[in-house]
């Protein structure tokens, strides 16, 4: 049986690594030219997500994440507010991504192939080559052209809010802030805003949720260019990085409001999620961001593509056709990804702008996707 899964990003890569190990001929083609390693951030890491690459053939090494043993909730005077104990683990983006790419034979991976649609069980690509298979798995992200083509109106929802976001390096890290982090994701609670503070490899990150009046002011850059919702950090104003880091002084305990004042480049994101009320169009088939996205909150985007490559490997072999398999993981990765995403809107509705009942311990409990995606055995990571 032959696979064509178009995205070579954590999705596509997983997908193609399972396929792959139960006997599927897989070929990725990935429309970025070179290596996407340099381009993440930081990713939160679940149980899922490491048994995943295990059975792919590409383990998550130890040294990879940093263990994080609870939530605390800080309050502005310093003081530990709450504790929630978890078992978590953060890491970066490419420390996942890595291992999965250099598991896959080059031969099996093609850069700088776009997509341009699906016809049948035949890929077609902007250069106008084609390709044909059993399955077309659709890992192209949120902006999937494959789940365009059979779902055009589904489109991520905007939520009123952004997601600022920093890392420092940790030879800048004042030693009072690496007290507050160590082994611990600091929350921080302004009103109407949230902060999540936490080490990760290398250096101290920063993520921090806060309302907008304007987003399209705030993604409209000093020439007057407005760059939908997705800037570029580089061309930011700085007038609003200003502000942000200003207004840490104000509202932020001082070993937090030390790593916004401190980090170089802040990034830039809108808030939104997306649900797809379909995961199969014949052979072809949604999977990851281009199924469902969740917001940040649950920090588990990756994870919840594990869980997509996996049951569609499990489903492919224990089926008897492929028309039952596919029918077998729609059912049941519509409800997994409809439930995830719910949960993350349930942890960002504080910040969305509407009078809510705002308890940080509730939203520290259950912060992540707790009986969803699960915190990392220690135990099981060598
Ligand atoms: C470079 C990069 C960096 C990221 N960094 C982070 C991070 O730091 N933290 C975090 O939580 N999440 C990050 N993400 C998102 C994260 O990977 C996803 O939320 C999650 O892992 C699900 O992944 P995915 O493979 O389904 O989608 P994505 O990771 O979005 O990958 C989709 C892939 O499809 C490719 N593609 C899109 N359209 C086409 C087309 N027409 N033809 C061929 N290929 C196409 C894209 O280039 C991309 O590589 C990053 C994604 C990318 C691509």
């Given at each position: 049986m032959k696979a064509i899964i178009v995205g070579g990003s954590v999705g596509g890569l997983m997908a193609a690594l399972l396929l792959r190990k139960i006997g599927w001929d897989v070929t990725v083609y990935e429309r970025?030219?070179?290596?996407?390693?340099?381009?993440g951030a930081g990713l939160g890491v679940s149980q899922e997500l490491l048994d995943v690459m295990a059975r792919a053939g590409a383990p998550f090494e130890r040294s990879a994440g940093i263990a994080q043993a609870a939530h605390v909730w800080m309050a502005r005077d310093g003081s530990i507010a709450y504790e929630h104990r978890r078992n978590l683990m953060a890491s970066a983006w490419a420390r996942v991504y890595q291992p999965l790419r250099a598991a896959?034979?080059?031969?099996?991976y093609r850069h700088a192939m776009v997509l341009e649609r699906v016809d049948g069980t035949t890929a077609v690509f902007a250069d106008g080559s084609r390709d044909t298979a059993d399955l077309i798995v659709?890992?192209?992200?949120?902006?999937s052209t494959v789940r365009r083509q059979f779902l055009p109106d589904v489109q991520p929802r905007l939520a009123n809010y952004v997601a600022w976001r920093g890392i420092i390096e940790e030879k800048e890290v004042p030693p009072e802030t690496l007290e507050a982090v160590s082994g611990r994701i600091v929350f921080c609670f302004p009103p109407k805003e949230m902060l999540l503070s936490m080490r990760v490899p290398g250096g101290v990150y920063f993520i921090w949720y806060r309302g907008v009046a304007d987003l399209k002011e705030l993604f409209t850059d000093a020439s007057g260019k407005d760059h939908g919702m997705s800037i570029p950090p580089p061309l930011i104003r700085t007038e609003f990085v200003a502000e942000m880091k200003m207004h840490a002084l104000d509202v932020l305990p001082a070993p937090i409001a030390a790593v916004v004042q401190k980090a170089p480049q802040p990034l830039l994101q809108a808030i939104s999620d997306m649900e797809s009320?379909?995961?199969?169009f014949g052979r072809v088939a949604l999977l990851g961001d281009a199924a469902f996205v969740v917001r940040?909150?649950?920090?588990g985007g990756a994870g919840k593509a594990a869980m997509d490559a996996r049951c569609l490997a499990d489903v492919l072999q224990s089926e008897r056709s492929i028309e039952a398999a596919l029918a077998a993981y729609e059912q049941k990765q519509l409800d997994f990804g409809a439930r995830i995403v719910r949960h993350s809107r349930y942890l960002g509705a504080?910040?969305?702008?509407?009078p809510t009942q705002r308890d940080p311990r509730r939203i520290i409990d259950n912060y992540g996707a707790p009986n969803i995606l699960h915190d990392v055995d220690l135990s099981r990571l060598g």
């Open positions: 970025a030219v070179g290596d996407l390693a340099g381009r896959l034979p080059a031969a099996s659709g890992a192209d992200g949120v902006y009320p379909r995961l199969t940040p909150h649950v920090a504080d910040l969305e702008g509407r």
